[in-house]
């Protein structure tokens, strides 16, 4: 699965209203269950808040990853929030989170959940991929950024082999 399909336009946004993480689960969450048509808030909440209970996904460089296995999903879901004045995350790092990946997997498809946070952490590694998608101001265009980053990868991959 590719990372630019798993965060489709529909499922980023831009200048979330969250102050803390309670409130980037609850906007995020709603997004998904508003543009997926699924009425599984509650169960997408619990999955996230069992995995963060074991530890923050707020990780450094001002990224959160929260994520969970719930059959609040039938495929794997991928929903993009970015902050422009930071959230309160509890994060590792002790520093606001300002891109939030959200990444939600049925029980049935553990290796593709697996597979998206991988290739999310290559991404990840590239300070300018941070700054790019928070230079953008619309979805699509930030959708753009997670295909033309993931594209260069892919291609560094296969100009290796």
Same mark, same amino acid.
């Given at each position: ?71 609040? /999903?039938?495929? /794997? ?19 606001? /989170? ?62 290796? /082999?």
């Amino acid at each position: 699965m590719l990372l630019y399909e798993a965060f489709p336009p529909a499922l980023i946004k831009i200048g979330l209203e969250a102050e803390n993480k309670d409130e980037v689960f609850e906007e995020l969450a709603d997004l998904l269950c508003q543009n997926q048509k699924i009425g599984t808030r509650k169960e997408i909440l619990e999955a996230l808040w069992e995995r963060e209970s074991k530890m923050s996904t707020g990780i450094e460089k001002r990224i959160a990853i929260p994520h969970g296995i719930t059959d609040g /999903v039938n495929a /794997v879901q991928g929903i993009l929030g970015i902050s422009k004045k930071g959230i309160d995350y509890d994060a590792l790092d002790g520093q606001p /989170v300002f891109l939030i990946f959200m990444i939600l997997a049925p029980k049935t498809a553990t290796e593709k959940y697996l597979q998206l946070l991988i290739r999310l952490a290559e991404l990840l590694k590239r300070t300018e991929f941070h700054a790019d998608l928070m230079a953008q101001r619309d979805s699509q265009g930030a959708n753009q950024i997670i295909k033309k980053y993931e594209d260069d990868i892919y291609r560094l991959e296969i100009d290796m /082999v």
